[in-house]
């Protein structure tokens, strides 16, 4: 299906910068407040990271993706390459940076909420980028970043995808790590821009109510995506806002469901499809993340979306 979605002169469809981390998850029965202390079952070692994450997901979702990034010299590191090629994924230019992988301690209470604590390592060695991927964001049609890789190589990756017509789409995660003058630079570049409803509001600075926030980032934002979890999410681009529904769900743990819409929108735009269609796939695919346990391992492919839509289009779920 890869061979359907060439990017501009036959580069990857999507382009994904970003973090790539062996995930350590423990399951609470509540997520610790600040001063406790909890007793967990585990850990279990998984493969995740934004990035690769979104990648991941672009990839299941029938996209050819090509993976920017870092991972170091450790047994994380074969471990999350594998996978990345397992799901489909040209890790040719991911560096090997000196030291540990990423790592991301994950808690998860049963009713699937999650905290996570990360560990940059080698993603943090990023901070600019080399002229082969300066190239394979110039030849995609869309390149996706997150900030869990420092932002000034995000922002130069936004201004090489901009000068070359690729499309910018920003998923600010986690959002605390933007300083105000990143802030308005990184969404003066960005075409498309995914947050949850609590990033939108640390994001517009002002007011909590998410389609407030929606409408006042799309001020500086051509086309603004708040996703709403189990809610579905807000849409809000020159033709105005609007709400699409969301999909029931049996959850179970929450963590890359962000990711996986994230990934899942960026193929869809990639293949031409339309904002609204394209975004009710990535809810779908969100819906179906959170229903298993893991990061990466949560992803549904293609087929798993689409039959999933076709049941809720005859109407025999919700
Ligand atoms: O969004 C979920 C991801 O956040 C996890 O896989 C973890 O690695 C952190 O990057």
Redesign the pocket.
């Known amino acids: 299906m890869s061979d359907d979605l060439p990017g501009v002169s036959g580069g990857p469809a999507v382009v994904v910068l970003g973090?790539a981390?062996l995930?350590l998850f423990a399951n609470v029965a509540t997520i610790p407040l600040p001063g406790e202390t909890v007793l967990a079952d585990g850990p279990e070692r998984r493969v995740?990271?934004?990035g690769l994450?979104q990648a991941a997901a672009a990839a299941r979702a029938g996209a050819s993706v090509q993976l920017l990034g870092a991972v170091g010299r450790d047994d994380a590191a074969a471990m999350l390459l594998a996978a990345a090629a397992d799901a489909g994924i040209d890790t040719r230019l991911v560096r090997r940076a000196d030291g540990s992988s990423g790592t991301?301690w994950?808690t998860v209470q049963p009713d699937g909420e999650n905290a996570?604590v990360?560990l940059g390592a080698a993603n943090r060695t990023v901070t600019s980028l080399e002229p082969d991927e300066r190239g394979a964001v110039a030849a995609a049609r869309v390149l996706v970043a997150q900030l869990?890789t420092p932002i000034p190589a995000v922002r130069e990756a936004a201004k090489v995808a901009r000068a070359a017509g690729t499309t910018v789409l920003l998923n600010a995660s986690p959002v605390q790590t933007l300083e105000d003058v990143d802030r308005r630079d990184l969404l003066g570049l960005t075409d498309v821009l995914v947050v949850n409803q609590h990033e939108a509001a640390q994001l517009a600075g002002a007011g909590t109510d998410p389609a407030e926030t929606a409408r006042s980032l799309s001020a500086l934002v051509p086309i603004v995506v708040v996703t709403l979890g189990g809610d579905g999410a807000l849409l809000a681009d020159r033709t105005g806002l609007r709400h699409l529904p969301g999909v029931r769900a049996d959850v179970v743990d929450t963590?890359?469901a962000?990711?996986t819409f994230a990934g899942v929108l960026a193929a869809a735009l990639a293949a031409g499809d339309d904002l609204d269609v394209a975004a009710h796939r990535a809810v779908i695919a969100g819906a179906l993340a959170v229903e298993s346990t893991g990061?990466l391992a949560s992803i549904p492919t293609i087929d798993q979306i689409e039959r999933r839509r076709a049941q809720l289009d005859e109407g025999a779920i919700r």
């Open positions: 973090s981390n995930d995740g990271g934004k994450n991301a994950i996570i990360v869990e963590t890359g962000g990711d990061a």
